[in-house]
T-cell receptor, first 113, second 113 residues
Framework: GDSVTQMEGPVTLSEEAFLTINCTYT??????LFWYVQYPGEGLQLLLK?????DKGSNKGFEATYRKETTSFHLEKGSVQVSDSAVYFC????????????FGKGTMLLVSP | NAGVTQTPKFRVLKTGQSMTLLCAQD?????MYWYRQDPGMGLRLIHY???????AKGEVPDGYNVSRLKKQNFLLGLESAAPSQTSVYFC????????????FGPGTRLLVL
């Protein structure tokens, strides 16, 4: 079945540092790929997405590129802020089914001033 | 637009008790989903519905039942709660076709003693 593997956390960074959170996937067909973010005590919010190979999703300074050849969708940000502290989930959706999401286990990001 | 709402926000149950979690969405979405979130496990799909009167099992359906009598509501029931069902439950909804994004509610935290 489909699966998503993302790096374990917590990832601890100082403000303005560069962020990478790795995500790789296994899927049949051509899934859409997502990054969701969960701030403390809240639900999940869509951060960015990509629906086909070589697409780049971007939002709020975060970027991720859909790499079919390496089955990866790594999340990057050039300069993190304290307000970026949250849990980040990589997920995939099979558009040929009913778009159920398969999630990675989540990566906690802690940014200190 | 309230988006996706969940009731209640928090509940404590004793083993063997029953309860129903309510999810409501005002976006006229056809698809609705129930996930549970456990530490270190990410989110896992319990059940989903692709339309009024239809439901289907997800990855971890045992111990839960669902109903979708109205398009805007998706109910998750626990007939006889067990400590293993202590979790945070998230509901999500999505428009049928095209746009792949699921929109999440704020979650219900359930503690089974």
């Amino acid at each position: 079945g489909d699966s998503v593997t993302q790096m374990e956390g917590p990832v601890t960074l100082s403000e303005e540092a560069f962020l990478t959170i790795n995500c790789t996937y296994t899927a049949t067909g051509y899934p859409s790929l997502f990054w969701y973010v969960q701030y403390p005590g809240e639900g999940l919010q869509l951060l960015l997405k990509a629906t086909k190979a070589d697409d780049k999703g971007s939002n709020k300074g975060f970027e991720a590129t859909y790499r079919k050849e390496t089955t990866s969708f790594h999340l990057e940000k050039g300069s993190v802020q304290v307000s970026d502290s949250a849990v980040y989930f990589c997920a995939l959706s099979d558009p040929t089914g009913y778009s159920t999401l398969t999630f990675g286990k989540g990566t906690m990001l802690l940014v200190s001033p | 637009n309230a988006g996706v709402t969940q009731t209640p926000k928090f509940r404590v149950l004793k083993t063997g008790q029953s309860m129903t979690l309510l999810c409501a969405q005002d976006m006229n979405h056809e698809y609705m989903y129930w996930y549970r979130q456990d530490p270190g496990m990410g989110l896992r799909l319990i059940h989903y519905s692709v339309g009024e009167g239809t439901t289907a099992k997800g990855e971890v359906p045992d111990g839960y039942n669902v109903s979708r009598l109205k398009k805007q509501n998706f109910l998750l029931g626990l007939e006889s709660a067990a400590p293993s069902q202590t979790s945070v439950y998230f509901c999500a909804s999505k428009k049928r076709g095209g746009e792949e994004t699921q929109y999440f509610g704020p979650g219900t935290r359930l503690l089974v003693l």
